[in-house]
Structures are given as C-alpha cells and as structure tokens.
C-alpha cells in the first residue's frame, strides 16, 4: 500500500532526475527534504557518478539552496574503494576516469596509475570520465588484451543534463566491449554495495529504508538487490514502460518526490 511509504525513515535519494536537473531544483525538493526532518528521517544521497568529489556536490547543493554535508552522500567511488580493499588489496589499477576520481582513490589507498606502461598494472579501473580522450581508450584496450581485474563504478548509460544527455560509463563501456569482447564488474547501483554501505553507516534496518530514484536500471535494481522498498519517480530518465519491461520492479511509481511527500507522517 502506499500508505507505507508512511513508516520509512532512511531515504535513499538519487540526484540528477530525482531531486534536479543539472542546475535546475525541482519544485517539491526543498519540501519533501523539510518533512523528513520534521518526521525525524534521515536523507542520504546515493549517486553513481564518479566524475567529482563530494565537495563538488555539497557546493552544488548550496546553489541549490540544500544544506548538506559529507555525512550526507555515499557514491560511487564510496563503493569501489570498498569492494578494492575487500577483493583486490594491493593492486595497482590503471584509471580512465577524472582527475578527481584518481585523486578520491588515491586520497583513501587505492594505487592508481595513468601511465599504461607501469609494469605494476594488475588492473583496469573505468570512472564517469568528463575528461575521456581517445589515448585512455586506447590504453583500456591495450591492457585488456591481459587476463587482469577489469572494474567500473556504474552501468548508467547516459547521464542527464539540461540539454539533454551525454554518454556515461555504461556507454563507454559498451564501447570497450565492442572493441575487446571484455565487460567490466560494476560496482555502483544497480549492485546493492551502496545501500548496504548506508544501512550499515545509519543503522537503520532494511523496513526503515526507501530507495527513490528516476532510473529503473539503476535505482529501483539496487534497491531490490539489497532487499528494501524503491519509489520510481517519473521526473527523470526513467518511464512506466520501463519498469513493465524489467525484472526489477519498483515497489511504487510516483510522477515526481512531491508526490512522496504527501504519504510523510
């Protein structure tokens, strides 16, 4: 019932298509965010771009006029740093990603390279790369002619802007694939590494913790991997067709998180 939606607490919100689009808030944003702490919930923003740090977005959310801080995000670097250390410790990876994505890794003891030619190589790491040329994506293709870990952050086809899309992560592995035959183990959303990372950093249980997100693929499949409710809102990439044609499906459909605010008691 979606009078349910009543009893959550920990609200796991994804970003671009959810709460804004690129520069511009949506209306029922600030509204829903005020409700959830008038009810005593807890917001945590859960996004699979890799492409910056979460200063970057604490800045953009201030623009924006939401008050947030580290505390309040886990991304998709978040996870990546978490399943290295657990699965592959030690290992040097060669990054196609960011600057800034290079920098988080190294900033929490990951080794990175962008230098294909270090002998030390025991891995291919791809990030949402804003910064992408065609030499990192001849060196990917170099170093998977080895059998070596080959990782990236999200399966997100494309990533939303105000004048439409651009390819993400997914595309370009998609790319890679084409050009190797090798298709990464990602880590962000849809894998449930996220949602877990926030049950565990909150404390929250499973029935307290509601995933929204725009994206059928992503969102709504991370949320029924880790085993919690989803809301699908209908303000970003995804449709009502998509969530008919998938083998996740969200727990509600909402046209936008305004809508999510009006079952908040």
């Given at each position: 019932m979606l009078s349910d939606i009543s009893k959550k607490r920990l609200f796991l919100l994804d970003l671009d298509g959810t709460l804004y689009l690129d520069e511009t808030l949506f209306d029922g944003t600030l509204p829903f965010l005020s409700r959830v702490k008038e009810i005593g919930g807890r917001v945590l923003y859960l996004t699979n771009n890799s492409s910056r740090g979460v200063g970057a977005y604490i800045e953009k959310m201030a623009r924006l006029k939401?008050?947030?801080?580290?505390?309040?995000?886990?991304?998709?670097?978040?996870?990546?740093?978490?399943?290295?250390?657990?699965?592959?410790?030690?290992?040097?990876?060669?990054?196609?990603?960011?600057?800034?994505f290079c920098e988080q890794l190294a900033a929490a003891g990951i080794p990175v390279t962008t230098d294909r030619n270090d002998p030390k190589i025991g891995g291919v790491l791809l990030g949402f790369d804003t910064e992408l040329t065609f030499s990192k994506l001849e060196d990917v293709c170099i170093l998977l002619r080895r059998d070596i870990p080959y990782l990236a952050t999200n399966p997100d086809l494309v990533c939303p802007t105000w004048y439409g899309s651009v390819p993400d992560c997914g595309s370009v592995?998609?790319?890679?694939?084409?050009a190797t035959g090798k298709t990464?183990?990602?880590?962000?959303?849809?894998?449930?590494?996220?949602?877990?990372?926030?049950?565990?950093?909150?404390?929250?249980?499973?029935?307290?913790?509601?995933?929204?997100?725009?994206r059928v693929y992503t969102d709504i499949a991370a949320g029924v991997h880790a085993g919690i409710d989803t809301v699908l809102v209908l303000s970003g990439e995804g449709t009502v067709a998509d969530a008919e044609k998938s083998d996740e499906k969200p727990t509600w459909i909402l046209p936008d998180i305004s809508f999510v605010t009006r079952q908040l008691s």
């Amino acid at each position: 019932m979606l009078s349910d939606i009543s009893k959550k607490r920990l609200f796991l919100l994804d970003l671009d298509g959810t709460l804004y689009l690129d520069e511009t808030l949506f209306d029922g944003t600030l509204p829903f965010l005020s409700r959830v702490k008038e009810i005593g919930g807890r917001v945590l923003y859960l996004t699979n771009n890799s492409s910056r740090g979460v200063g970057a977005y604490i800045e953009k959310m201030a623009r924006l006029k939401i008050t947030a801080t580290e505390d309040d995000f886990l991304t998709s670097t978040d996870a990546t740093v978490r399943y290295i250390e657990k699965n592959h410790p030690k290992t040097l990876f060669y990054v196609a990603g960011t600057r800034s994505f290079c920098e988080q890794l190294a900033a929490a003891g990951i080794p990175v390279t962008t230098d294909r030619n270090d002998p030390k190589i025991g891995g291919v790491l791809l990030g949402f790369d804003t910064e992408l040329t065609f030499s990192k994506l001849e060196d990917v293709c170099i170093l998977l002619r080895r059998d070596i870990p080959y990782l990236a952050t999200n399966p997100d086809l494309v990533c939303p802007t105000w004048y439409g899309s651009v390819p993400d992560c997914g595309s370009v592995s998609a790319m890679l694939k084409n050009a190797t035959g090798k298709t990464p183990r990602f880590i962000g959303k849809p894998e449930p590494d996220m949602i877990l990372l926030a049950l565990e950093k909150t404390g929250y249980g499973k029935s307290d913790a509601l995933m929204i997100g725009d994206r059928v693929y992503t969102d709504i499949a991370a949320g029924v991997h880790a085993g919690i409710d989803t809301v699908l809102v209908l303000s970003g990439e995804g449709t009502v067709a998509d969530a008919e044609k998938s083998d996740e499906k969200p727990t509600w459909i909402l046209p936008d998180i305004s809508f999510v605010t009006r079952q908040l008691s």
